[in-house]
């Protein structure tokens, strides 16, 4: 697997606290938070996150694009999350055409029962 997002609590729509699980080498796409703020702490591992820019400035680009990878091919990782406010769709960025596209988020479990995506 890439990853998995697993909600832990929804807090009352105020904010996601998630735990996502990083396979061995994998990571997410270049992808933003369209105008959430994300807190990320590292429980296992080694995550990597990469910094880019829009091809195009336009409105509030302060939170930016990234891109988080577990930088092992021998062990998984595991990282804590919180996102305020939550969001259910984000912008994914292809590096190479600088198209942006819009995906809905989804879980892989929600409070520890696992989901149909």
């Known amino acids: 697997f890439r990853y998995t997002r697993n909600l832990v609590d929804n807090g009352n729509g105020k904010f ?10 994998h990571g997410s796409s270049i992808h933003d938070h369209t105008d959430s703020h ?19 400035k336009k ?18 990782a595991v990282s804590l999350h919180l996102y305020s406010p939550p969001f259910d769709s984000c912008n994914t960025f292809d590096q190479r055409t600088g198209h942006k596209h819009k995906v809905k ?5 929600q409070f ?4 149909l995506c």
């Open 112 to 115: 520890g029962e696992r989901t």
């Open 38 to 56: 994300c807190f990320m702490k590292i429980l296992q591992g080694n995550l990597k996150e990469t910094l880019f820019e829009w091809p195009e």
């Open 16 to 25: 996601n606290l998630m735990i996502l699980c990083w396979g061995e080498g």
């Open 59 to 76: 409105g509030n680009d302060s939170i930016g694009l990234h891109r988080v990878e577990n930088i092992s091919h021998t062990e998984s």
């Open 105 to 109: 988020m989804t879980f892989y479990s």
